[in-house]
């Protein structure tokens, strides 16, 4: 028997999967590490963290696991998106990674829109010039740090940097590279006509490859660390949702995902590129060929949950604080929530927008705070559902993914709120499952990834919307959207007194 594993460099936490031929999960560790936020609207990570926390993660794996590591053939990647690891001419990390939920750079993004002229921009690369994303970050560096960013010769993301430490082998796969602004959509090459507009050397950018391409072997510096066999083959995976996309079997037109894990994603595959949301949602190469995604961001949705543990009920776990939502009613006491903690990009490219609860009555409990917050993020996302079917798709189940499917009420919040079925996969771990895909991929397990699919995906349960939620849901989510343009010029008055 053949295994392969999946690697999903997330926010939060790096998690590897071992998965067999036949598709069936075999073993999963996982290692945590930190976010840096020196100032509001700042997030950082150390490149040097997820290196560590893989190779503590992978041996964790192969520690647990009777198998021989020489049956283990493959490995792949899915990743955050967006984030900026920028490199000397020695392939040394440069500064920590500026990541996908830093909102620091509206200037740049104004600039963009400047020198390369705004319609123009989204007609290239299908996307607003948005602060989470990669290119706003270069010329951020460049304007702040001006003697460090002299000494950059290459750019990567996240998990193309992770990638390079185990190979030697520097690439970015397309679905990634069209999270960093600078992709031409249409031609699928790195614009020269931006690259020119904004004086940045084509040098910067990596080599592209499809995300199920070969990349090299594993270098003996992994192999030690880790246990692994230096022939394990190493494929070049792509940006986590994209993986989450693949690893939810969202491969074809009029399939809907909702992931939800420090961000939350409403994802519907899309099979023509000449598609356009006029940057209104997101719109990136899958990482099956030829095929597209179009999605709308919550910056802050698993974040939001555990903002509000750490801060609140730092004590209790996921699950003591879940607990008993379920008989708080519809609407948590008339307490509204908006996730807005780091600004956000969907429907509402906002960086200064802040969060607020709004209806706080002396009566509630935490538990009402708690539904509240689940309750906000969900209708988040549902603007997200609510553009699709006004563009005239039809959304009447979603696969659910990400750490927010663990819990089985929110998956009904969920249900009532979009009034679509919910389907829960037997493991809630889409992007790590997409990534072990694309390696079976690469390795020619499969003829194509709807294959693939079909092997390793296995529905959980179903849970359908309720009438009656459906209806309240309804008359508060029109509330609910009121609360942004109604506080949005009060949040931006209070931008000065933020740290
Ligand atoms: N038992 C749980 N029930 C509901 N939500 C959970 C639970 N455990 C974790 N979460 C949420 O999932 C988020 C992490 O999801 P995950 O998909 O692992 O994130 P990431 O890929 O960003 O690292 C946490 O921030 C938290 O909000
Ligand atoms: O910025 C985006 C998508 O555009 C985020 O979805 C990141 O890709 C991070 O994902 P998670 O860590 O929440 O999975």
């Not at 979009?418 to 992007?431: D, H, M």
């Not at 296995?458 to 009121?482: A, G, T």
């Amino acid at each position: 028997m053949s295994y392969v594993i999946g690697v999903d460099l997330g926010t939060s936490a790096v998690k590897v999967l071992l998965v067999n031929e036949h598709g069936e999960l075999i073993g999963e560790a996982s290692c945590e590490y930190p976010l840096i936020q020196e100032k509001a609207g700042y997030s950082e990570q150390k490149p040097e963290d997820w290196v560590e926390g893989t190779k503590d993660a992978l041996s964790k794996l192969v520690q647990q696991s009777t198998i021989p590591v020489e049956q283990i053939k493959g490995i792949s990647f899915s990743g955050q998106m967006h984030g900026l690891v920028l490199l000397d001419d020695e392939d040394q990390v440069l500064r920590n990674s500026i990541l996908w939920n830093d909102t620091r750079t509206t200037k740049q993004c104004e600039e963009i829109y400047e020198m390369v002229g705004k319609e123009r921009y989204i007609r290239i690369t299908k996307n607003l010039a948005l602060e989470g994303f990669t290119l706003p970050k270069i010329l951020w560096v460049r304007s702040h740090e001006p003697e460090l960013f002299n000494q950059a010769t290459t750019f990567l993301l996240p998990k193309d940097y992770l990638r390079y430490r185990m190979t030697g082998n520097i690439h970015m796969d397309y679905s990634d590279a069209a999270g960093t602004g600078l992709l031409d959509l249409n031609e699928n090459q790195w614009s020269s006509e931006i690259l020119r507009a904004l004086n940045l050397s084509s040098k910067l950018c990596p080599n592209l490859v499809h995300s199920q391409e070969f990349v090299g072997y594993l270098n003996d510096d992994f192999a030690n660390a880790t246990g692994l066999s230096p022939e394990t083959k190493v494929f070049a995976g792509g940006a986590d949702n994209a993986c989450g996309a693949i690893g939810s079997g969202i491969l074809e037109e009029g399939k809907t995902m909702c992931s939800i894990g420090t961000s939350g994603v409403v994802l519907s595959y899309e099979g023509d590129s000449s598609t356009t949301y006029d940057g209104k949602a997101h719109f990136f190469n899958h990482g099956k060929e030829h095929a597209y995604y179009s999605m709308g961001v919550t910056l802050s949705a698993g974040h939001s949950l555990n903002w509000f543990k750490e801060t609140f009920a730092k004590e209790l776990s996921f699950e003591e604080l879940l607990d008993g939502v379920d008989r708080v009613p519809i609407g948590s006491q008339g307490l509204l929530f908006t996730p807005y903690l780091v600004g956000e990009r969907t429907p509402h490219a906002d960086a200064d927008i802040r969060g607020s609860f709004i209806g706080m009555d002396s009566s509630h409990q935490l538990k009402d705070f708690t539904r509240s917050v689940l309750e906000g993020i969900t209708f988040s996302l549902n603007e997200t559902i609510e553009m699709f079917r006004e563009r005239g798709k039809t959304i009447d189940t979603v696969i659910s993914i990400g750490g927010g499917a663990k819990n089985r009420e929110w998956l009904q919040i969920q249900a009532d709120i979009f009034n679509a079925k919910i389907v829960r996969l037997t493991s809630e771990q889409g992007p790590g499952m997409g990534a072990a895909l694309l390696a079976g991929y690469g390795l020619g397990w499969y003829e194509n990834l709807t294959e693939g699919a079909s092997k390793l995906i296995e529905v959980k349960d179903e849970i359908k919307p309720i009438l009656d939620n459906v209806e309240k849901y309804q008359q508060l989510f029109s509330i609910y959207q009121r609360i942004y343009e109604n506080t949005h010029s009060i949040n931006h008055q209070l931008v000065e007194f933020r740290k």
